[in-house]
Structures are given as C-alpha cells and as structure tokens.
C-alpha cells in the first residue's frame, strides 16, 4: 500500500477528487424524501428513514465513508450473492445450477414460481436463494453451517463488523409463511438434494438474511467480490475467480429486484439490493461500493440508493458500455 502510495499508482490515483464528488452526490440524495421503509418485521420498520450511508472501498484498499456508515443494519437480500458465491466456491457452478437456473424471473422476488425446468430461476430469488443454502456445507449441523456463512462473511469483510442480529432472525421465522410455501412447494418439485431438513434449510436462509453489518463492513464485501475473490484491505483469498465471475454476471442481471433491466441499461453495473435499504453495488477490478438508507420504492430497492447510482454514472463512466 505504502509504495503505490508513493509512486501513486492507485486505481484511483485522485482519490481526494473521486470522493468529494462523491460527497456532492451523497448531499444529493439526502435531500430526497420519497420511499417507505419496510415494515413487515418490527426490526426494520424502526430503521429512522433519515439513516444514509455511503462507503467506498478500492480494490487497492483505499477507504472513504459519508453519513451514518457505523450504523448496524441486517443483510437481508444482499445476502444472497453471497450465500451463491460460497456454494460455487465449494461445490462448483455445475453442481448449483443443477438446483438453480440463471434467468431473471420476471416475477417478484418472493412469488412461487419455477421456471420450465422446475428450477428456481435464479439465485438472487427467494427461491433460488433457499435452493442454494440448502447446498451449502448441508453435510454439517445447522450450528456450524451458519458459522461456516458468518465466517466467510466475516474474510470478505476484512474481519470488520460482521455479526448476527438475532431479533431480526426471530421476526423473520415468525412471519415466514410464504417462504415456507416457497419452500414447501419446491419440495413437492424435488427442488432440493435428497434428504435435506426443509426447516432447517429455511432456517439457515433466515439467520444469513440476520447476518449485521454496517455500511463500512460492506463495502469491504463489496471489495472482495470487486477484486476477484481477494479482501483489498487483508489479502485474504476467500472466493474463486469462477465464483465471483458468476455472482457478478447474476447481479447484473438479477440483483435490483423487478428494476434490474432497468438497472443494468442505466446504470450498467452488477449490483444487489435488500429489504433493509442496502445496495451491494461493485465496479469490478476497481471498487466496492456500500449504500444504504431505509426508505424503498415501490419495487423493494432503497430509493436514495438507486438514486446514487444513477448520479454516479453520470459524473464518471463506470457504467459497462
Ligand atoms: O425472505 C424474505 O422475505 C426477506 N427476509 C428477504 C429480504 C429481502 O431483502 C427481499 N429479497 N429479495
């Protein structure tokens, strides 16, 4: 870090510049007041919706965070990829996708519907996402199954603030019924591996959306998966160039919920969204990008950070094309 430092060869070798247009862009969107935050679980309805964080971290490992970046909030949806990146790390891209297919859906993400194969369409889906945990280390107790997810999360986070929420954990089971009818049905479907526990694969699913972060801890995540697998800020390799090739490819096309066309066609960059207000947002080989706020659109996505993403592009040409 310290020679490139000297010799100034950053990715972003500006970097002072880069983040103070960040900055503007961040005041931007503080000003806007539309979107309701999520309401379904109490954990998430008592999010103040005037929470806005924005934290940036290169794949050099330069750092930068505006707002309410120390703020703890819970994964959610943005678990998913990675959940997805550690089964095809572990078990390979042939393996999953015999559970699991690669097309958005077209259909909400918690809607009971499988494509014509009989598999889920997806992994960033409710239901591709419980085909995937049900994949993932199903050789082990639940216990050490959810620590397997944590502490993987935990090395893409650089060993930063990544724990578990358990009240958000508890709503979440209590309220479940129609991720238990998504499951239930993919049972009848043979969706899932021979003799797995359809309670407690939805159990693990429910503990890894539970997983608690805060905007700088994320934006850690969102570096390694920027920088091919490699934690910027540790060195550590966690994932493979094959797993993190397919995450990015179904971020960009599945990521933002019913607005990932439109996603894709403005602001060109792979990205995931969850119900607590964050945007996983990566700009591979160069950053990963942490939004969150709470307050949603009418599609699920935080509005102040999809907002952000729209201005960013505008002012720099990260966008794919
Ligand atoms: O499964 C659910 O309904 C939520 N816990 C998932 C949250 C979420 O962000 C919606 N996702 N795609």
């Given at each position: 870090l310290?020679?490139?430092?000297?010799?100034?060869?950053?990715?972003?070798?500006?970097?002072?510049?880069?983040?103070?247009?960040?900055?503007?862009?961040?005041?931007?969107?503080?000003?806007i007041?539309?979107?309701?935050?999520?309401?379904?679980?109490?954990?998430?309805?008592?999010?103040?919706?005037?929470?806005?964080?924005?934290?940036?971290?290169?794949?050099?490992?330069?750092?930068?965070?505006?707002?309410?970046?120390?703020?703890?909030?819970?994964?959610?949806?943005?678990?998913k990829?990675?959940?997805?990146a550690?089964?095809v790390?572990?078990?390979g891209?042939?393996?999953?996708?015999?559970?699991?297919?690669?097309?958005?859906?077209?259909?909400?993400?918690?809607?009971?519907?499988?494509?014509?194969?009989?598999?889920?369409?997806?992994?960033?889906?409710?239901?591709?996402?419980?085909?995937?945990t049900?994949?993932?280390?199903?050789?082990?107790?639940?216990?050490?199954?959810?620590?397997?997810?944590?502490?993987?999360?935990?090395?893409?986070?650089?060993?930063?603030?990544?724990?578990?929420?358990?009240?958000?954990?508890?709503?979440?089971?209590?309220?479940?019924?129609?991720?238990?009818?998504?499951?239930w049905?993919?049972?009848?479907?043979?969706?899932?591996?021979?003799?797995?526990?359809?309670?407690?694969?939805?159990?693990?699913y429910?503990?890894c959306?539970?997983?608690?972060?805060?905007?700088?801890?994320?934006?850690?995540?969102?570096?390694?998966?920027?920088?091919?697998?490699?934690?910027?800020?540790?060195?550590?390799?966690?994932?493979?160039?094959e797993?993190?090739?397919?995450?990015?490819?179904?971020?960009?096309?599945?990521?933002?919920?019913?607005?990932?066309?439109?996603?894709?066609?403005?602001?060109?960059l792979?990205?995931?969204?969850?119900?607590?207000?964050?945007?996983?947002?990566?700009?591979?080989?160069?950053?990963?990008?942490?939004?969150?706020?709470?307050?949603?659109?009418?599609?699920?996505?935080?509005?102040?950070?999809?907002?952000?993403?729209?201005?960013?592009?505008?002012?720099f040409?990260?966008?794919?094309y």
């Open positions: 310290l020679r490139r430092a000297l010799t100034s060869q950053f990715i972003i070798p500006e970097f002072q510049k880069f983040t103070s247009k960040i900055d503007d862009i961040y005041w931007e969107c503080k000003s007041h539309s979107g309701k935050v999520a309401t379904y679980i109490p954990q998430l309805s008592r999010y103040s919706p005037d929470y806005w964080a924005v934290s940036i971290c290169t794949i050099d490992g330069q750092r930068h965070s505006i707002g309410d970046f120390n703020v703890p909030f819970c994964l959610q949806s943005g678990a990829p990675l959940a997805y550690m089964a790390n572990e078990l891209s042939d393996l999953v996708h015999q559970y699991v297919g690669q097309e958005p859906s077209g259909q909400a993400f918690n809607s009971l519907v499988l494509d014509a194969n009989n598999k889920p369409h997806n992994p960033m889906i409710n239901a591709g996402a419980l085909a995937v049900s994949l993932l280390k199903n050789d082990l107790l639940l216990s050490d199954r959810f620590e397997y997810f944590n502490v993987q999360a935990k090395r893409l986070g650089g060993q930063e603030e990544v724990g578990f929420h358990n009240p958000t954990f508890l709503s979440e089971r209590a309220t479940a019924d129609r991720n238990r009818a998504i499951g049905f993919m049972k009848e479907n043979k969706c899932f591996p021979e003799g797995i526990n359809l309670e407690e694969t939805l159990d693990f429910f503990q959306c539970s997983v608690e972060v805060t905007c700088m801890s994320a934006s850690v995540i969102a570096a390694s998966i920027a920088n091919g697998g490699i934690c910027p800020t540790t060195g550590d390799k966690v994932l493979s160039a797993s993190v090739r397919n995450t990015l490819s179904l971020m960009y096309s599945c990521g933002m919920y019913d607005y990932s066309g439109q996603f894709a066609f403005k602001v060109g792979p990205a995931k969204s969850g119900v607590s207000g964050c945007v996983l947002l990566i700009i591979p080989n160069v950053m990963g990008v942490c939004l969150w706020s709470p307050p949603l659109d009418h599609l699920g996505n935080s509005v102040r950070a999809v907002n952000f993403c729209e201005r960013l592009v505008a002012k040409n990260f966008h794919n």
